[in-house]
Nanobody
Framework: QVQLVESGGGSVQAGGSLRLSCAAP????????MGWFRRAPGKEREGVAVIFSDDSTLYADSVRGRFTISKDNAKNTMYLHMSNLKPEDTAMYYC??????????????????WGPGTQVTVSS
């Protein structure tokens, strides 16, 4: 069982920045792809960014150029640096570990382990 814990969420004005962290004590980060997802009120959970074992990355079109995903294998921690935040980025943000590959890379069903989430609120 993999336990993930997000932190770093909060409230920020549009144009501001936040850095989210995802800690997974005891889990080897270099094994499987990991990702950040978000769910805004009334919307489906959507993929934001994915990082692979070789540190290659993929981003959703809505965040590319503004968000950066990274990980520190030695610290068992993954990050999401978010800049130029917009009100539409307001959501609960989750980190997850990919455990399957039957769907597109950003499909939540590919991910078997999830953290409880951290709230990000961006005001205009």
């Amino acid at each position: 069982q993999v336990q993930l814990v997000e932190s770093g969420g909060g409230s920020v004005q549009a144009g501001g920045s936040l850095r989210l962290s995802c800690a997974a004590p005891g889990y080897t980060f270099s094994t499987y792809p990991m990702g950040w997802f978000r769910r805004a009120p009334g919307k489906e959970r959507e993929g934001v960014a994915v990082i692979f074992s070789d540190d290659s990355t993929l981003y959703a079109d809505s965040v590319r150029g503004r968000f950066t995903i990274s990980k520190d294998n030695a610290k068992n921690t993954m990050y999401l640096h978010m800049s130029n935040l917009k009100p539409e980025d307001t959501a609960m943000y989750y980190c997850a570990v990919r455990t399957a590959s039957g769907y597109s890379i950003f499909h939540p069903r590919n991910y078997g382990y999830w953290g409880p989430g951290t709230q990000v609120t961006v005001s205009s």
